[in-house]
């Protein structure tokens, strides 16, 4: 699951997940629409993300702030949590981590770049999550 606002970004990172074999890759535009998305009741278990990358800047609810609330729901507690972001400090990077990321990475500021950054860190990760 990607959770983004940045249209063009989203894109990428949807052709990212296709030319990843076997990644779906399920979109929520912003913080709000995540937590919706799982405190719905409706998801299915088959249905929940085996990972979650999560934009640190997001408008209204910011990712600092979901990924605490993800991290309290019961759906979600044991979801790898990938944050990114390309403007961030050092104080995001350690709360992120005491939030209960599972990791933090720089988001490349060339959109060129961010298709193939995506890749990798699907690739990277989906192994190691459940199935």
């Known amino acids: 699951m990607l959770v983004n606002d940045d249209l063009f970004e989203i894109d990428l990172a949807r052709r ?8 779906s890759l399920t979109v929520v535009e912003g913080c709000d629409a995540a937590l919706n998305w799982f405190g719905a009741g409706a998801v299915k278990t088959e249905q929940m993300p085996h990972l979650i990358l999560l934009d640190l800047q997001l408008p209204k609810l910011d990712g600092l702030a979901a990924l605490r609330s993800m991290r309290t729901h019961a759906a979600t507690c044991n979801i790898p949590i990938v944050v990114f972001s390309a403007q961030y400090t050092h104080e995001d990077v350690l709360l992120s981590y005491r939030a209960g990321a599972n990791s933090f990475v720089a988001k490349p500021a060339d959109l060129e770049q961010f298709t193939e950054f995506f890749r990798e860190h699907l ?7 459940r199935p």
């Open 123 to 129: 690739e990277h990760w989906m192994p190691h999550c």
């Open 16 to 23: 990212a997940a296709e030319s990843s074999a076997g990644i």
